[in-house]
């Protein structure tokens, strides 16, 4: 770490040093955490009345979520009474998060140019000590054990609330998306960390990066927005073009693009030759 002075940063003093990866600005700075310790903490610069915003927001889709879901009770049984899928399809505020030109910046230098959101749920971790579905170690792409040259998937996810050690801010297993196998649990307990980040901030993961929620010991839920952003090939947790229609903001080719508009699979050889006319159509049309 830089020493501050004054005058600002200095370099650190070193000796046998040929090469370093160059100082940046807060982007370059979560890729080369991410790279090096597979996960960031990284402010999204929203303004307090925006923060107050996006938690009435997200409590008004919490509601929603719970009467088309067809109700509290029912998604209880099931175990999603703490996860609002899709959160964008019933509130176009979190469409613009899953936009964050920062986020998208740091996902590009990582994964590739072309990615696509997998998949944007609320997170509640309720309070008092109750146990969630996050509740234990996992990766964001789960039951894989290798590693890869580059990541497959980001995960980004959006503090709502402030996270702290009592309302069971996130585990992470440090550098752990460089290891195929879950590591010990002795390891784990020796080197675990806790990320804990202001309200509107994002904790970054490589998805590989194993982590998981704590136990939630105050007595107010804590409140987050997930994303998952992947290579094309991977498929969405739902498909998101099926839930916001076919015509949705047609006129932008690049939310459309990250949305999964495009990957849809030909259901049979006849759609598929469709589909590659299409293609070949609007290629000649750009020419």
């Known amino acids: 770490m ?23 600005g807060p982007v370059e700075r979560a890729i080369e955490s991410l790279r090096t310790f597979g996960y960031a903490i990284y402010d999204a610069g929203f303004s307090p009345s925006e923060m107050a915003a996006l938690r009435e927001r997200f409590d008004a889709v919490r509601e929603m979520v719970y009467q088309q879901g067809g109700g509290r009770d029912r998604l209880t ?7 609002l899928r899709a959160m964008l399809a019933h509130d176009a505020s979190f469409l613009e998060l899953a936009r964050h030109p920062d986020i998208l910046a740091i996902a590009r230098q990582l994964v590739g140019d072309y990615i ?11 309070g008092n000590g109750r146990e969630y579905n996050q509740g234990k170690w996992h990766r964001d792409l789960p039951y894989q054990h290798f590693v890869s040259s580059r990541p497959l998937a ?32 002795e390891f784990l307990r020796q080197t675990a960390l806790q990320a804990v980040a202001p309200a509107g901030h994002f904790i970054i993961l490589d998805a590989m990066t194993f982590h998981s929620g704590a136990v939630n010991r105050s007595p107010r839920d804590r409140r987050a927005v997930n994303h998952v952003y992947t290579i094309p090939m991977i498929r969405q947790q739902i498909d998101l073009p099926a839930v916001l229609g076919a015509d949705y903001r047609k006129e932008d080719s690049s939310v459309r693009s990250l949305l999964g508009y495009g990957l849809e699979v030909p259901r049979s050889v006849e759609e598929y030759y469709l589909s590659r006319e299409q293609r070949v159509q609007g290629s000649r049309a750009a020419m």
């Open 116 to 126: 696509v959101l997998n998949q944007q749920n609320g997170v509640i971790n309720p």
């Open 154 to 185: 980001i995960n980004a996810l959006f503090c709502v609330d402030e996270f702290t050690h009592d309302n069971g801010a996130t585990l992470v297993a440090p550098a752990s998306h460089k290891m195929e196998a879950f590591p010990s649990d």
């Open 2 to 24: 830089a020493i501050q002075s004054s005058a600002g940063f200095v370099p650190v003093e070193r000796y046998g040093v040929r090469e370093q990866t160059p100082s940046g």
């Open 77 to 83: 049984r099931i175990d999603e009474q703490h996860t």
